[in-house]
Each structure stands twice: as C-alpha cells, then as structure tokens.
C-alpha cells in the first residue's frame, strides 16, 4: 500500500493532460493501448500515472496477472473525468459551430409528439429549399427547453404545449387534438368518436400524470367526475402506441404521433385541445434559417386547417 502526504486542496493537482490519460487507460485497459491511443510512448503513459499516484496520494490502478485493474478510486474519479470529457466535447462543437454562418445553420428541438409527423416534415420541405443548409435536430422534454435555449444549444424549439419563462417568446401557431387509439380488431375501431365517459370504463394507458400532457387528460377526467384508472403509464406517445399493440388496453395520444402508429384512430366527443407553440430567446434575433422554418410551418398549419388565428411571424 503507498504511503505519501496528502496533496494540499489548493493545488490543481489533476490537470487536463492528466485527465486526459487516464481516460485513455480506463478505456482501454492498458499502457500499450492507451499509447497507441495517445500518439505517445508506453514509457511516457506509465511515468505519467505513476506521477499522478503521487500526487494524488492513493493508487489508481493495480497490476493484477499483467494486466492493469482500475481501483475503487479510479472508478469514483472516472465517472467524473467522463463528465469533464462530455463537457469539453460540447466546448469543441460550440467553437465548431461558431465557424459556420448562422444563415446557413439551424439548430432546433421539439416535443417528441411532433417529432414523427410535423417537424420531419418541415425539414424535409427546408431542406429541398436549402440543400447546403447544416441542420441539427434533437428531441427534448419540455421542462428541458429553457435551458436548451438559453444555453445556446438551440436557435428554436418547437413545443406541444406553451412554455412559461421570463427569458422566452413563446408564440402558439398551431392547434392539435388528443384521440383514443386501439387495436385495428376492437369493437371501436370503425367509430367516428368516443365519449370520456365512455373510455372511463375500458382499460386504459395514458400519459403519466406528472407531465404536461397527463395532467391535462386528468383535468378532463376529474372535471366531469369521471373514475378512471391507468394499467400502465407512458412518458411519450409512441410508447403509448407499443403498449397498445402489445393488448394492453386503450390510449390516448396526440394526433401527430396517431397518423402513422398502424392503429386504428377514434376522435374524442368532448375535444382535447393543445396548442404547438414557436419558442425562443428573448435576447438573440431570430436567424434566417429559424423563420423560413417558422414559415413553412405556419403554413403548414393553414394548409390543415389548425392554424391558431391572428399568428403571424415575429417582426426581426
């Protein structure tokens, strides 16, 4: 067991390069390979941990049937040397992006409800416009949007539903509808609607209660008096659809993701509405990139006969 004085807390101790290599020997498992890895010599990568063990006062990794064990320490301290490595790749891209015109850049998120329908179709449509235009698209929860913006990871994000923040336009262009999805084979296949009350006895998935969508299906539910109870909770509509396929009872999605689930698709009676909304920073111009995105699907909206009356585009 080594035995040397604790390093004094002020010092920086484990620097980047330091980081740096020991990564590339937790990943790999060895010297050699983690040199290989580093363009350097196995000589250097072993004087380096060994420089590292002594600094730090405790032993990284032991040398078990020649082959190099990580210790419990190292463990500890990879997990954040990981984050450290997610951190610094995140830098890189961002210094990446800033090279790139923003008139040819688009970075957006949506609600993954209108991630299988709506947004893919209004890339598509940008795309054929701008073939040389770079887009970056991702899916994100809503209450992960603000930051998402004000962090700068995105230009624009795209939400099922209005998102409350001091910092953030957020402006509603497009209505949509909750339905009630089964299985192609049950009795309600061929109806033009179902009434709540009606769901209120059938088994039922339905969104979890503690997300934006969940808590409005509920309202509806309690506002009416209406017992009802979950088998199974979902997150996202698409996981609502598998359970449904799986015969787990009945759901009720948004109409975006119902389109193309290969269910059959019943409207409400009482209608369920929500609003899609546009959000974005209240402290950076709207780039080119992110209003003809806005204008596609603005008319996207009219052309479905869900545009939310008076939007129009945001003056820049």
């Given at each position: 067991?080594?035995?040397?004085?604790?390093?004094?807390?002020?010092?920086?101790?484990f620097k980047m390069r330091h980081m740096e290599?020991?990564?590339?020997v937790m990943l790999t498992g060895s010297v050699?390979?983690?040199?290989?890895?580093?363009?350097?010599?196995?000589?250097?990568?072993?004087?380096?941990?060994?420089?590292?063990?002594?600094?730090?006062?405790?032993?990284?990794?032991?040398?078990?049937?020649?082959?190099?064990?990580?210790?419990?320490?190292?463990?500890?301290?990879?997990?954040?040397?990981?984050?450290?490595?997610?951190?610094?790749?995140?830098?890189?891209?961002?210094?990446?992006?800033?090279?790139?015109?923003?008139?040819?850049?688009?970075?957006?998120?949506?609600?993954?409800?209108?991630?299988?329908?709506?947004?893919?179709?209004?890339?598509?449509?940008?795309?054929?416009?701008?073939?040389?235009?770079?887009?970056?698209?991702q899916s994100a929860l809503i209450s992960d949007?603000?930051?998402?913006?004000?962090?700068?990871?995105?230009?624009?994000?795209?939400?099922?539903?209005?998102?409350?923040?001091?910092?953030?336009?957020?402006?509603?262009?497009?209505?949509?509808?909750?339905?009630?999805?089964?299985?192609?084979?049950?009795?309600?296949?061929?109806?033009?609607?179902?009434?709540?009350?009606?769901?209120?006895?059938?088994?039922?998935?339905?969104?979890?209660?503690?997300?934006?969508?969940?808590?409005?299906?509920?309202?509806?539910?309690?506002?009416?008096?209406?017992?009802?109870?979950?088998?199974?909770?979902?997150?996202?509509?698409?996981?609502?659809?598998?359970?449904?396929?799986?015969?787990?009872?009945?759901?009720?999605?948004?109409?975006?993701?119902?389109?193309?689930?290969?269910?059959?698709?019943?409207?409400?009676?009482?209608?369920?509405?929500?609003?899609?909304?546009?959000?974005?920073?209240?402290?950076?111009?709207?780039?080119?990139?992110?209003?003809?995105?806005?204008?596609?699907?603005?008319?996207?909206?009219?052309?479905?006969?869900?545009?939310?009356?008076?939007?129009?585009?945001?003056?820049?």
């Amino acid at each position: 067991m080594m035995s040397m004085p604790m390093p004094d807390s002020t010092q920086w101790v484990f620097k980047m390069r330091h980081m740096e290599m020991f990564r590339a020997v937790m990943l790999t498992g060895s010297v050699s390979a983690a040199a290989r890895m580093m363009y350097v010599t196995q000589p250097a990568v072993s004087k380096l941990i060994q420089y590292v063990e002594s600094r730090l006062g405790y032993r990284l990794f032991e040398r078990i049937n020649n082959r190099l064990v990580p210790t419990a320490e190292a463990q500890t301290l990879y997990r954040e040397v990981e984050r450290v490595y997610l951190a610094a790749q995140a830098v890189n891209e961002c210094a990446i992006a800033l090279s790139v015109q923003p008139a040819r850049q688009l970075r957006i998120c949506c609600s993954t409800t209108l991630a299988t329908v709506l947004i893919p179709y209004a890339l598509a449509t940008i795309k054929r416009a701008v073939p040389g235009l770079e887009i970056q698209w991702q899916s994100a929860l809503i209450s992960d949007m603000p930051a998402q913006l004000l962090g700068k990871k995105v230009d624009l994000a795209i939400s099922a539903l209005p998102v409350t923040h001091e910092h953030l336009h957020s402006l509603a262009f497009m209505r949509g509808s909750m339905v009630c999805a089964v299985p192609t084979d049950h009795e309600w296949a061929g109806r033009e609607e179902v009434s709540l009350e009606e769901l209120a006895g059938q088994d039922l998935v339905l969104f979890r209660r503690d997300i934006p969508f969940g808590r409005i299906l509920a309202g509806e539910f309690e506002e009416r008096d209406l017992k009802y109870a979950s088998i199974l909770n979902f997150t996202t509509a698409v996981e609502g659809v598998a359970l449904v396929r799986q015969g787990l009872g009945i759901a009720v999605i948004d109409e975006f993701v119902a389109q193309d689930c290969g269910l059959a698709v019943v409207r409400l009676a009482q209608p369920i509405e929500f609003e899609i909304s546009f959000v974005y920073s209240r402290f950076e111009p709207l780039s080119e990139a992110s209003l003809h995105l806005m204008k596609i699907l603005l008319e996207r909206a009219a052309s479905l006969n869900r545009l939310i009356k008076g939007c129009k585009l945001p003056k820049v």
